[in-house]
């Protein structure tokens, strides 16, 4: 069955960097766009971005452009999400998801995505 696993949240301090991985398994990785979620507690999923089946092109939320970046490794089944100068807002828990098929208006939501980790947390204190 599909799994994909995310690692690498934890607590840091504002303006700290962290590197997220989701390691993807059980599905032919370089079908599907790969797009990166966050939710904190009371609050919707949001989307931060997406990244498509050969890596050119991303999109980006605002909320976090320029600061995140996302990337892939096929070979490795791999897509991972840099945030750098994280800010006390960033905290929540972290997915990815995979979404099969090309980048379309539906990779910018939930909806886009047919799998999903269980999430990572990421905590950044003031």
């Known amino acids: 069955q599909v799994q994909l696993v995310e690692s690498g949240g934890g607590s840091v301090q504002a303006g700290d960097s962290l590197r997220l991985s989701c390691a993807a398994s059980g599905l032919t990785f370089s079908n599907y766009a790969m797009g990166w979620f966050r939710q904190a507690p009371g609050k919707e999923r949001e989307f931060l971005g997406t990244?498509?089946?050969?890596?050119?092109?991303?999109v980006y939320a605002d909320s976090v452009k320029g600061r995140f970046t996302i990337s892939r490794d096929n070979a490795q089944n791999t897509v991972y999400l840099q945030m750098n100068s994280l800010r006390p807002e960033d905290t929540a828990v972290y997915y990815c998801?995979?979404?099969?098929?090309?980048?379309?208006?539906?990779?910018?939501?939930?909806?886009?995505?047919?799998?999903w980790g269980q999430g990572t947390q990421v905590t950044v204190s003031s």
């Open positions: 998801a995979a979404g099969f098929g090309i980048l379309d208006t539906d990779k910018l939501k939930t909806k886009g995505y047919s799998y």
């Open positions: 990244i498509p089946r050969h890596g050119t092109n991303t």
